[in-house]
């Protein structure tokens, strides 16, 4: 049985950083599509960052230039480093793997979430 699960949310202030990390077990990242999501209260869940089974990597404009995507296969671990954090990052983020290689950041390219950590950044 596949499990996801993301950790390293809190509350920072604006201009601070986190770094989440996703771990899974039944599956391994290596050869997957990995990607980092988020929902707000009353709004859809949107793609923010992704990376490839070949290491390419893809960022909502929203984020380009603050959040890097990575992934350590070694330790089966996938992270999204968060710096100049805004209040409008605030949200629930998820981390979610497919085998397929669908488009990065849409949510229907991915089989397997986790079940979120909550980052909110006060202004």
């Known amino acids: 049985q596949v499990q996801v699960a993301e950790s390293g949310g809190g509350l920072v202030q604006a201009g601070g950083s986190l770094r989440l990390s996703c771990t899974a077990s039944?599956?391994?990242?290596?050869?997957?599509?990995l990607g980092w999501f988020r929902q707000a209260p009353g709004k859809e869940r949107e793609g923010v960052a992704g990376i490839s089974s070949d290491g390419n990597t893809y960022y909502a404009d929203s984020v380009k230039g603050r959040f890097t995507i990575s992934k350590d296969n070694a330790k089966n671990t996938l992270y999204l480093q968060m710096n100049s954090l805004k209040p409008e990052d605030t949200a629930m983020y998820y981390c979610a793997a497919d085998v397929r290689l669908g488009p990065i950041l849409w949510r229907g390219s991915y089989a397997y979430w986790g079940q979120g950590t909550q980052v909110t950044v006060s202004s």
């Open positions: 039944g599956l391994t990242f290596d050869g997957y599509s």
